[in-house]
């Protein structure tokens, strides 16, 4: 096996001596990494020259597939045991109408909190126990105690939300899946927001949480991110998922290891309760690659072997394949009370639906310009998710034309 592939990602994730310890395998594969860059990727696509691998989200993946833009690994990911029985559900993101086009590089139940114990303290709030899950109303409710303002200006949030970062729009999702229901029609031709009750009240949510000022809003932005915020200990409580634990489970933020995660709240019913997955960054192989067997080596050897288990080691992720989860770091009290939630958290985290005609983006980009109307009371909550429905509408009506 000869020839050279080329991989779009992130340098970190894949090093000068990553691709030396793929090569001692297959010599005679040259690969070259080049940066990440959503910009070029999209150029080169339309240029029909993408690089050979590349790394989406799962909830990209039904768009890039419908764009026909990826080619089919169901038969050699099964030959190489990455199939239903071997991964978690969030593995399923990357299965279209029964054809399997890639994997997870690792994943995380999403809504799960991370609690800063010093501030709860500080405030005279007892930490919630990390084995009952609460509710998103008592959530907000803390995250409104745990706000600190004075003169106008916030000096510490309650909460960053896990919409600020991955999008409102698959939060609302996840509130829908709960009880059943979609936030899209079923031949995901449209968007179902403003004319659904339970939609519009985790719309609500979110946007109070920002009116009211619990949470950072494009009036009251974050100068870097929530998630830096909290590591700066001026955010009482991060909505992220099992990834964020290797950025701070060294201790050497602001937080130390004086932390505690919760298991994700649920919004009606407690039995009903989910934390599934609205990420999922991985690999895929271009429809265009001119090496596709040497494309499956790599991404067999990083998604599959050696490289999936020194992953796991590091805890950056939750391992897609099942096998791998022994490696995960559980070592310390603050790396096993957090583990121990995630574990739970994974056994009711269900495959989510994503929309093949858009980039959710547009819902954000939405969402954000008419969240300053609502945060001043120029349009209400039904006037804010009719905005946005007929914003999202316009531009899955023009995916639909583009695809056909």
């Known amino acids: 096996m000869s020839g050279t592939i080329t991989v779009m990602v992130p340098p970190g994730e894949l090093t ?24 070029k990727l999209k150029a080169l696509q339309a240029a029909g020259d993408p690089p050979d691998i590349w790394r989406p989200t799962g909830p990209q993946i039904p768009a890039l597939v419908a764009q026909g833009q990826l080619l089919d690994l169901t038969t050699a990911l099964h030959v190489a045991g ?143 991110w929530g ?11 991060a909505n992220y998922g099992y990834w964020f634990n290797a950025s701070i489970d060294s201790g050497k933020t602001a937080v130390g290891t004086d932390y505690t995660l919760l298991p994700a709240p649920y919004w009606n019913d407690p039995s009903s309760r989910i934390d599934p997955t609205v990420s999922a960054t991985g690999w895929v192989i271009s429809s265009k690659t001119k090496n596709a067997q040497a494309a499956f080596e790599l991404l067999k050897w990083y998604l599959a072997g050696p490289q999936a288990v020194e992953r796991a080691q590091a805890g950056w992720g939750y391992p897609a394949l099942k096998s791998n989860t022994k490696y995960l770091p559980h070592d310390t009290a603050v790396d096993k009370q957090v583990l121990d939630v995630v574990d739970s958290d994974a056994k009711v985290s269900p495959s989510l639906h994503f929309n093949q005609y858009y980039d959710d ?38 995916g639909v034309s583009a695809i056909g």
């Not at 998630?227 to 409580?237: I, L, N, Q, R, W």
């Not at 969240?371 to 914003?391: H, R, V």
């Open 16 to 39: 000068p001596a990553n691709i030396a310890e793929f090569n001692k395998e297959y010599p005679k594969v040259t690969v070259k990494q080049i940066d990440e860059d959503p910009v």
């Open 82 to 224: 990455v199939d239903d029985s071997s991964t978690y559900p969030a593995a399923r993101l990357y299965t279209v109408k029964g054809k399997q086009y890639g994997a997870p590089k690792d994943w995380s139940p999403d809504f799960t909190i991370f609690v800063n114990n010093k501030l709860f303290e500080k405030a005279g709030i007892p930490v919630p126990d990390p084995k009952v899950p609460m509710s998103w109303a008592q959530i907000g409710d803390l995250a409104r105690k745990l706000t600190v303002s004075s003169g106008g200006a916030t000096s510490q949030f309650g909460l960053t939300g896990s919409w600020e970062l991955l999008g409102p729009a698959r939060t609302i999702q996840v509130a829908l899946a709960e009880s059943g229901e979609s936030l899209y029609a079923k031949d995901d031709k449209s968007i179902r927001l403003a004319s659904n009750p339970h939609a519009v009240k985790a719309l609500q949510f979110i946007a109070d949480l920002a009116k009211d000022g619990a949470t950072h809003s494009p009036l009251n932005p974050s100068a870097t």
């Open 227 to 237: 998630g830096d915020e909290f590591m700066k200990g001026t955010v009482a409580m």
């Open 361 to 398: 983006g547009a819902f954000t980009n939405s969402y954000n310009k008419h969240l300053q109307e609502y945060i001043k009371g120029q349009i209400d909550i039904k006037q804010f998710a009719s905005e946005i429905q007929n914003d999202v509408n316009g531009t899955i009506a023009d």
